[in-house]
Each structure stands twice: as C-alpha cells, then as structure tokens.
C-alpha cells in the first residue's frame, strides 16, 4: 500500500511537467493503484478532460491505467469517497464514457488477450453548453457556517458521534 501511494505522490510532479493542468491525483488501493486513477485537473477548454486522459495513456507506465476519472480542480481525490460522489453524479455514461484498446498490464487476467486490452476514461467534470450539455450545472452543495455549527451542537445527542 504505501509503495503505491509513495508512486503516486513521486510521479505527481513528472506528470504534471507534461500535462501541467493536472492539479492531484490519487490511485486507490481498491484499484490496485494503476487500475484505477482519480485526476483532478483545472479544466480550461471543452474537452479537455480527454485531452489530460489520452495524455495520461501516452506517459510511460500510465498505459497501463485501466481506468481514468477525470474530475474538476475543487475535487478532493484524496478522498475516495468523494471522487467517486461527483464522479456519479456528473456523468452521463453515453456522454462522458470512452474507450479505447491499448497495452494492459502482464498480470491483468481479465484483458482480451495477453498484455492488450481496453481501457476507460470518464469526464466526471462540469460540463460547458460547447460540450452539448445546455442546462445550467448546478452548483456544489456546501453546507453553511451556521448549519454545520448547528449539526456540530446536537451530533452527540443524536447518538452520532
């Protein structure tokens, strides 16, 4: 676990001299770190999210990501939990899914055939009406000082804490 999560935060920098918008990234354990990378990047452009995916894939052993969630810079995706909320929330899978064949790790049984496979990007970002998308995107829910001072008050007696 730590030898991933140390690749993760070493290579950060590296990746981010190729494709600087990039702004974290997270590869979670579950995904046995290269099967699975969260990406928050600070989206400049309509579809830049597949810019910064197909980059990804280009980029020495990152061809070997299975699957790449593209979110937006004020995404925690240290936070699993939360890249995964906006991620399903934000998507609309004919829209935002791509595919794409390519080289797959020697130790992944579930490819097609040895070392070639298929992977996955998803655009979990905003979309913009250049995207198609021409309804207003909401935004994100974030609860008041007073409301969370008020939780924090009555948490205990809500048998919570």
Avoid at 61 to 88: C, F, G, P, R
Avoid at 108 to 122: A, C, E, N, P, V
């Amino acid at each position: 676990f730590w030898i991933g999560h140390a690749t993760e935060r070493i290579f950060l920098p590296l990746m981010k001299l190729m494709l600087p918008e990039i702004e974290d990234t997270h590869m979670p354990a579950e995904g046995i770190f290269h099967n699975l990378i969260f990406v928050s990047i600070d989206k400049q452009y309509p579809g830049h999210a597949y810019k910064v995916m197909n980059g990804l894939w280009g980029l020495g052993q990152m061809m070997l990501a299975k699957v790449i969630i593209i979110l937006d810079k004020d995404v925690s995706v240290q936070d699993a939990k939360e890249a995964w909320w906006v991620t399903l929330n934000n998507i609309d899978p004919k829209r935002d899914v791509h595919f794409t064949p390519g080289p797959i790790d020697v130790l992944d049984h579930s490819s097609r055939s040895f070392t070639f496979g298929s992977k996955m990007g998803i655009d979990a970002t905003r979309k913009w009406p250049e995207e198609g998308f021409t309804r207003d995107w909401p935004e994100k829910i974030v609860m008041s000082d007073e409301v969370k001072a008020r939780v924090d008050q009555i948490w205990e007696r809500l048998g919570l804490g």
